[in-house]
């Protein structure tokens, strides 16, 4: 199944030695379930993480954690931070999504549809994603405040963000904008592996006139940094890790139940009172779960819109095609935002300063990762530093960055493994990932990967039918907008002036010069080239959200109100990606986390008695 053969050996070894000693393995799953929860939370996701874990800090209060997926024990390539690719296509722990047939891009994929891995196992996306740790821009959460989601200013977040934070970086720990107590980890990707790679890309920032500086600060826009991840002593720390494992066992107010698809939620009326959920370890017969305060979903962006139109939440006219009674019309699944990256720009060095696929599966890598927890198996995926630029297409008023450029120390041609898995993961032929990727075997070499941070183009996720068990219609819309295309471009360019300095000719630094078969009308290098092979080619940094929608109650756009309550229903709520508003200049797990941290605060305070 999984077409990296070198991983299993590797990871098997490397997991043996490393973890033989402690009996991780241990069952999590509550043995009896209770007929009835003040709270039921729905995925065990990064967002459901860290509301199970605080929701339960009150002892009074009974929560249930359901999750679709299973223990993330049983995959050992999950604790392995190098091992984040051979993820992305494993059926045991993603829900191997696809977009529909794109119509103006992803045309080098089978059908024209993208791959969309989405996590499905305890820590949900947070047990297969980078690890990256970012925020974003101060002026992302001034927008969201700004167009109705009251108390989510910058401001009013950043308190969660700080509540959040366990920087190991001693510089970073002393400023205002971070935190040291807090559950995640956030450390240095070049802790345990560094790289003269590293060193170029922010020597190269400075010479051509940025700074080098906090990109989780006050002001990230022309900002270049080394990367910093949830990694913690070698190993991944989920959110779930984070949040949840510290805590099993010495709460029994706390139940944890995997292998559980939750189908719908119950509703009497217009109140949430339950779900009704299949038990893979049970009878085929669904099982209702009563929750005596709330429901809250935490299934994600594709699956928390899912649930909602299968309980006839969602728009009036999809859920009537497909014969479900609609209880409450609302704009459910409209507004799905992503993050788009061009993966095609790689470049050979003449040093040994990348990390060659080859080397992470020689024997001095597995020891010094089994015995040192150091190495290249250590380094989150590779990821090295990322740059937070500003873009002539975007406008002078918006003091926001709109371009990324991300640091990757793996040249995915450097092995014929890297392009296999590569074409495998993002579903592409395997001869045509060889004509875009391969030649550059057992070289050194790195990548260089723009990213449109805000993008036109906006899609939907919409039901293929009523059954609960069918993968939803996932419409991203991809470069339907033309700005989008421009502004993909401008990244191009911006890589290429990273890379045309000095500190990249003293490695030797060289673009390669693979042609893509469907784009040799046009000169190579020209726009129009790129134009071509972007639309082949660009595919998802994994960061969908919007899909329902935060905002002011009488916004018709929006699903939930700032308190994340589902309009028109009494005791459900949304926590997770799906609410956010607009896209931040990052990724989205730490805003996920914040948004956690933000609901629980506000649903405890909801519940409290004033008398106590
Ligand atoms: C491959 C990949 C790489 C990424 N890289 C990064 C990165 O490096 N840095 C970063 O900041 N962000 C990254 N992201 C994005 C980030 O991880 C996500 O935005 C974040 O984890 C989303 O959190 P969530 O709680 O909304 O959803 P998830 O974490 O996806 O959680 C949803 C959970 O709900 C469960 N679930 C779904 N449906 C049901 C159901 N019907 N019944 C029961 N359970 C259900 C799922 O199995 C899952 O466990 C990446 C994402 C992916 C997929
Ligand atoms: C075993 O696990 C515990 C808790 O996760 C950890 O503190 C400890 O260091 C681990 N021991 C070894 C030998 O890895
Ligand atoms: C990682 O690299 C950055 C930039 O050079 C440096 O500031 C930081 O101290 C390094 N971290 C570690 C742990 O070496
Ligand atoms: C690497 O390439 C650069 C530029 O082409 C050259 O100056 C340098 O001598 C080369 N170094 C090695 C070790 O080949
Ligand atoms: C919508 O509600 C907000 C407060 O939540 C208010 O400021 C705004 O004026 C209202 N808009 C309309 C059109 O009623």
């Keep these: 199944m999984t077409s990296l053969a070198w991983i299993p050996v590797v990871i098997l070894i490397a997991y043996a030695v490393h973890y033989a000693m402690n009996g991780s393995d241990r069952p999590l799953d509550a043995e009896r379930l209770l ?20 929701l339960s800090e009150d002892p009074e209060a009974t929560v249930l954690l359901l999750e679709a997926g299973s223990d993330d024990a049983r995959v050992p390539e999950v604790a392995v931070p190098m091992a984040t690719f051979s993820l992305w296509n494993n059926r045991d722990v993603t829900w191997s999504y696809k977009t ?43 927008r969201w405040s700004a167009t109705g989601c009251d108390g989510w200013s910058y401001e009013q977040v950043l308190p969660y963000f700080v509540k959040s934070e366990r920087n190991l970086n001693r510089n970073l720990a002393s400023s205002s904008q971070h935190g040291v107590n807090g559950p995640m980890t956030v450390a240095d990707a070049n802790q345990s592996f560094s790289s003269e790679l590293l060193d170029a890309f922010l020597k190269a920032g400075v010479s051509l006139g940025y700074e080098v500086g906090d990109v989780n600060g ?13 990694v913690e002593n070698g190993r991944r720390q989920s959110v779930f890790d984070a949040y949840v494992r510290p805590v099993i066992g010495a709460r029994n107010n706390l139940h944890i139940k995997t292998r559980a698809l939750v189908h719908r939620v119950l509703l009497h009326g217009n109140r949430a009172v339950g779900i009704q959920v299949q038990l893979e370890s049970e009878s085929a017969d669904l099982v209702k779960i009563s929750a005596s305060r709330e429901v809250i979903l935490a299934a994600g962006s594709v699956n928390t819109p899912k649930i909602l139109m299968l309980s006839g939440i969602g728009r009036r006219d999809h859920l009537e095609s497909l014969h479900i009674p609609v209880v409450v ?35 001095t ?32 008023d918006d003091i926001r960055p709109y371009i990324k450029l991300v640091l990757n120390g793996v040249m995915l041609g450097g092995s014929e493994e890297g ?16 004509h875009v990727f391969g030649g550059y075997e057992g070289r050194h070499g790195f990548h260089l990967y723009p ?15 009523s059954d609960p068990g069918d993968i939803p219609l996932i419409e991203p819309a991809y470069l339907s907008q033309e700005n989008d295309i421009a502004m993909m471009v401008e990244g191009i360019r911006l890589a290429e002036s990273v890379v ?46 919007g899909t329902c929608k935060m905002g002011s109650r009488n916004d018709s756009t929006t699903v939930v109100d700032p308190d994340l309550k589902v309009k028109g229903i009494e005791g459900l709520r949304i926590v997770d990606a799906s609410v956010i508003p607009s896209l931040i200049s990052g990724n989205t797990n730490a805003p996920v986390v914040m948004i956690a941290e933000k609901a629980a605060d506000v649903i405890k305070e909801s519940y409290h008695d004033p008398d106590d």
């Design 35 to 54: 007929a009835s929860y003040d709270y039921v939370i729905v995925g065990a996701g990064s967002a459901g993480s860290v509301l199970a874990a605080r």
């Design 500 to 545: 045309n300095t000095e500190p990249f000719a003293i490695l030797g630094a060289k673009m390669t010069t693979n042609r893509h078969p469907n784009c040799l009308d046009h000169e190579f290098d020209s726009d129009r080239y790129w134009v071509c092979v972007i639309r082949h080619m660009a595919a998802t940094e994994f960061h969908p959200v």
């Design 365 to 396: 890598e597995i020891l010094k990762y089994a015995v040192l927890k150091r190495g290249i198996l250590s380094h989150p995926a590779g990821i090295m530093g990322h740059a937070f630029l500003k873009s002539t297409n975007q406008r002078a």
């Design 419 to 434: 392009t296999r898995q590569y074409s495998a993961i993002v579903n592409q032929d395997l001869e045509l990932g060889r």
């Design 100 to 142: 529909t047939p794109q119509r103006d891009a992803c045309q080098s994929m089978t059908n024209q549809r993208c791959s969309w891995p989405r996590g499905r196992l305890l820590g949900g996306s947070s047990s297969i994603n980078a690890m990256i740790y970012l925020r974003g821009h101060p002026d992302d959460y001034d």
């Design 329 to 363: 019309d609302l704009p459910v699944g409209d507004n799905l935002q992503d993050h788009v990256l061009f993966p095609v720009l790689q470049f050979t060095v003449n040093a040994s300063v990348s990390i060659r696929v080859d080397d992470a599966k020689s024997v």
């Design 218 to 230: 006050e002001q990230p826009t022309g900002k270049f940094m080394h990367n910093q991840a949830n």
């Design 451 to 465: 990213v449109i941070l805000h993008p036109d183009s906006i899609g939907t996720i919409r039901l293929a039918s």
